[in-house]
């Protein structure tokens, strides 16, 4: 008598793969927000890349008055898409919730991101719609918005750290092999990266400035492999999960 060919835990149950359509849904957000956001951040409201904060005030008020308009633009949509990003790190959370270690470590991962959404984002636009709402403020009001904005956005630190480590410790101890172990030190870099920007609440120029070599544009570097990373492989877990698989609580 011949032995049955071993067929998938999926097929076994007479479940078919390639993920639920809800599922897929939030996924195909997460690209489109991001890319929004990429040109709102670049080309609208111009952080990306950072202007500089070794310069005169009288140089941080031309900033607002030259760029004002495609500010209150970019940050106007910014604000209206900012649930994009509530979106994004759901997906993240609900495949984190698929792995063997529990979901302690995805209501880690959601909290510190959130709380990272009102320095990281929230705190600058507010900075920099305040300083255009107004260009003939005092110029030393206009300085200290401009100062704060940068410091808040490119400085925000210990609340994504906290959101990457709990990432990384989740992957690490996961058995159900959701994500690759490898992401887990990709993370960690991201909490790497988030360290070496403190510097930038010190020096006005250099490497470890705002806009550094070190404090951003590394930064960068390692965010957009960790991003990009995530996005491939939240549409592998996505497909890799059954579409008539029980609901997560």
């Known amino acids: 008598m011949s032995t049955p060919t071993p067929a998938s835990s999926a097929e076994t149950a007479g479940r078919a793969p390639g993920g639920k359509p809800d599922v897929w849904l939030i996924y195909w957000i997460f690209p489109g927000f991001y890319a929004a956001f990429g040109v709102i951040i670049c080309l609208l409201t111009r952080v990306t890349p950072p202007p500089r904060p070794d310069i005169a005030t009288v140089d941080k008020v031309a900033f607002f008055t030259a760029h004002g308009t495609?500010?209150?633009?970019?940050?106007?949509?910014?604000?209206?898409l900012l649930g994009g990003a509530a979106v994004t790190n759901g997906i993240v959370v609900y495949h984190m919730k698929r792995m063997s270690v529990g979901s302690v470590l995805a209501y880690g991962y959601l909290g510190g991101m959130a709380v990272g959404a009102l320095p990281g984002f929230l705190l600058v636009a507010a900075c920099f719609l305040t300083a255009?709402?107004?260009?003939?403020?005092?110029?030393?009001?206009?300085?200290?918005?401009?100062?704060?904005?940068?410091?808040?956005?490119?400085?925000?630190?210990?609340c994504f750290s906290?959101?990457?480590?709990?990432?990384?410790?989740?992957?690490?101890?996961?058995?159900?092999?959701?994500?690759?172990?490898?992401?887990?030190?990709?993370?960690?870099?991201?909490?790497?990266?988030?360290?070496?920007?403190?510097?930038?609440?010190?020096?006005?120029?250099?490497?470890?400035?705002?806009?550094?070599?070190?404090?951003?544009?590394?930064?960068?570097?390692?965010?957009?492999?960790?991003?990009?990373?995530?996005?491939?492989?939240?549409?592998?877990?996505?497909?890799?999960?059954?579409?008539?698989?029980?609901?997560?609580?």
Not at 73 to 80: C, D, K, S
């Open 162 to 249: 906290a959101a990457y480590l709990a990432l990384a410790i989740a992957i690490v101890y996961d058995k159900n092999e959701i994500f690759p172990r490898w992401f887990a030190y990709v993370s960690i870099w991201q909490i790497i990266t988030e360290v070496i920007a403190t510097q930038m609440f010190v020096f006005h120029a250099g490497p470890f400035a705002w806009n550094g070599s070190l404090a951003f544009w590394w930064s960068v570097v390692v965010f957009s492999v960790w991003l990009g990373a995530l996005m491939v492989l939240l549409k592998r877990a996505t497909e890799r999960e059954p579409a008539d698989s029980p609901a997560l609580d």
């Open 132 to 158: 255009t709402f107004r260009t003939d403020r005092n110029p030393e009001v206009l300085g200290m918005l401009y100062d704060l904005g940068m410091l808040s956005y490119n400085g925000s630190l210990g």
């Open 70 to 80: 495609t500010i209150q633009i970019g940050f106007g949509l910014l604000l209206i």
